[in-house]
């Protein structure tokens, strides 16, 4: 329904923005950053009361999700410094919520698990975010926090070829 909406939006021809009138703080890439900061602000202080952070939280919803199963992976989906991310993956398996399991063939690597512990942490958060996420859509009608979600799905395939 919201798919077919945004399917007869006009699309434009040519570009949106000119230099001339440009303001980078009203861009629509501004927007989206100053958005996803207040939003991670947001979901870490929903998330401080489980001991967890936006980062540590996201390399749970990546192993329950099935996006990522190493923290190679995690790495390219969170643009994270590999360092960084053996230290937050070494930190949530020390609270117990994920474990490394070495392949047999290559001790060198090893996959990453969620415990039965993550998985109960993974629903206590999943309400966080869902809490925090209608807050943010205050206001909003589900058509259009559908449209907005379809909006943002069309930047990232011009962006990113999603």
Not at 13 to 36: C, E, H, M, N
Not at 71 to 87: F, I, N, W, Y
Request: net charge positive; glycine share 8%; with cysteine.
């Amino acid at each position: 329904m919201v798919a077919e909406a945004i399917k007869r939006i006009p699309r434009a021809r040519g570009q949106i923005y000119r230099s001339a009138s440009f303001r980078s703080r009203d861009s629509v890439g501004a927007l989206i950053g100053l958005a996803r900061k207040a939003l991670v602000e947001d979901f870490d202080r929903g998330l401080a009361p489980l001991g967890l952070n936006t980062a540590q939280a996201l390399v749970l919803v990546f192993l329950v999700d099935e996006r990522a199963g190493t923290a190679a992976e995690v790495c390219k989906q969170l643009s994270h410094d590999p360092g960084a991310m053996t230290r937050l993956i070494d930190k949530l398996e020390a609270m117990g919520l994920v474990r490394r399991v070495r392949a047999r063939d290559d001790r060198r690597s090893a996959r990453l698990e969620i415990t039965a512990r993550g998985r109960q942490v993974h629903a206590d958060m999943t309400r966080v975010q869902i809490d925090m996420l209608n807050r943010a859509l205050r206001g909003f009608s589900s058509a259009e926090a559908r449209a907005l979600e379809g909006l943002l799905r069309r930047v990232l395939h011009n962006v990113a070829g999603e």
